[in-house]
């Protein structure tokens, strides 16, 4: 009998996995960072490759904690921050995000770069939301803030979500990667 995601009781496997991911996605980030960064937060964002990696193995539930764990651990070890709000659509928020890619329906098939794209968009518009209410004053007397927050977060979020699939293209046929159970 198959269980949901969220019933189902976690294996060793899957637990060290998880651990695997966010040290890897911290490693990651700190890599991104030293790529390209943005004046106002916001980088290549490679660290997300193996939280989406876990999302679409083990489901939203792993995606959830995993991705909650690496933007609290972002927060802690690169924290670029003006409200308590902020920290909220800046740091655990988009990283739960990450978790929508782990949901049924993209994980069935090959529906698996729409959970991606998913993922991605909805942690586009947490941070669209956080510099368009306290980032504002950065936008240029010639624009709006909205479309500044558009623009300045588009800026690294898509080339962030574009790695991300061109990485997992060639992961994904992997098959020894996305089994459940060694063997």
């Not at 106002?40 to 991705?67: H, N």
């Not at 890619?101 to 794209?117: C, D, I, S, T, Y």
Request: glycine share 10%; net charge positive; charged share 10%.
């Amino acid at each position: 009998m198959e269980h949901s995601a969220a019933s189902k009781i976690m294996t060793i496997q899957e637990m060290a996995e998880m651990g695997i991911a966010v040290a890897l996605g911290v490693a990651l980030s700190y890599l991104s960072k030293a790529i390209w960064s943005m004046p106002m937060g916001g980088t290549l964002e490679l660290g997300i490759i193996p939280v989406l990696y876990i999302a679409l193995k083990w489901g939203w539930r792993d995606g959830l904690i995993v991705g909650l764990a690496l933007g609290l651990i972002t927060l802690v070890t690169d924290p670029w921050f003006v409200n308590p709000v902020q920290i909220l659509l800046d740091y655990p928020l988009p990283g739960l995000a990450l978790g929508l890619a782990g949901l049924p329906v993209f994980r069935k098939g090959q529906n698996w770069w729409k959970g991606v794209l998913t993922a991605g968009l909805v942690r586009y518009v947490f941070h669209v939301i956080s510099g368009l209410v306290f980032f504002a004053s950065a936008a240029p007397s010639w624009q709006s803030p909205l479309l500044y927050s558009l623009t300045y977060n588009a800026a690294y979020v898509v080339p962030s979500i574009a790695i991300c699939i061109l990485v997992l293209v060639p992961l994904r046929r992997v098959t020894a990667l996305w089994r459940s159970e060694t063997g």
